[in-house]
């Protein structure tokens, strides 16, 4: 069964732009979450998505945002790109059990984002 | 808030030594923990969970036991490998479906031949 799959595995930007990434969940996991690990260490959580709806969102400027899609799978993008945003972004998928959230969290590899 | 503590790092010991990352955690209610692990390179993976108060999670020789009274969970290895050197990250999850994630800052571990 194939794990959490993310794109692209690297991206390189110029301040301003636009980046887009892309999440993959196991099949059968309707919950995405997103992170930022900035440093090498520290996650920073952004979005998490369920069902197609975003339930909860961490402390970053509304120029982050995303989506997920009728197959689960999601997009997170960030737009109007600042030197600050380089880091890796990790997608991670859940099977979210009602309201038993004991769940185990499944990682992709990531998205290393470049911005010059 | 909801937040999880966890030993500041690097910590850096020596091949067969004991190893003691801690972690406390406050949270409303009493939620699910877990450490994950972030081998070099790679992505988060999960290394142990508890569910409720005194369960004792292990895997790969590391255990750490789900202490309500001092909100505490700590990770413990008795003799640790080269290969164990990685990030380790000590995360609560609150029983709701509204819940964040809440992840400790990581903790790095190097282990010495």
């Known amino acids: 069964e194939a794990g959490v799959t993310q794109s692209p595995t690297h991206l390189i930007k110029t301040r301003g732009q636009q980046a887009t990434l892309r999440c993959s969940p196991i099949s059968g996991h309707t919950s995405v979450y997103w992170y930022q690990q900035a440093l090498g260490l520290g996650l920073q959580f952004l979005l998490w998505y369920d069902e197609g709806e975003e339930r909860n969102r961490g402390n970053f400027p509304p120029r982050f945002s995303g989506r997920q899609f009728p197959n689960y799978s999601s997009e997170l993008n960030v737009n109007a790109l600042e030197l600050e945003d380089s880091a890796l972004y990790l997608c991670a998928s859940s099977l979210e059990s009602g309201g038993a959230n004991t769940g185990e969290l499944f990682f992709g590899e990531g998205s290393r984002l470049t911005v010059l | 808030g909801d937040s999880v503590t966890q030993m500041e790092g690097p910590v850096t010991l020596s091949e067969e030594a004991f190893l003691t990352i801690n972690c406390t955690y406050t949270a409303t209610g009493y939620p699910s923990l877990f450490w994950y692990v972030q081998y070099p390179g790679e992505g988060l993976q999960l290394l142990l969970k508890?569910?409720?108060?005194?369960d004792k999670g292990s895997n790969k020789g590391f255990e750490a036991t789900y202490r309500k009274e001092t909100t505490s969970f700590h990770l413990e290895k008795g003799s640790v490998q080269v290969s164990d050197s990685a990030v380790y990250f000590c995360?609560?999850?609150?029983?709701?479906?509204?819940?964040?994630?809440?992840f400790g800052s990581g903790t790095r571990l190097s282990i010495r031949p």
């Open positions: 995360v609560s999850r609150g029983y709701s479906s509204a819940s964040k994630i809440i």
């Open positions: 508890a569910t409720k108060a005194d």
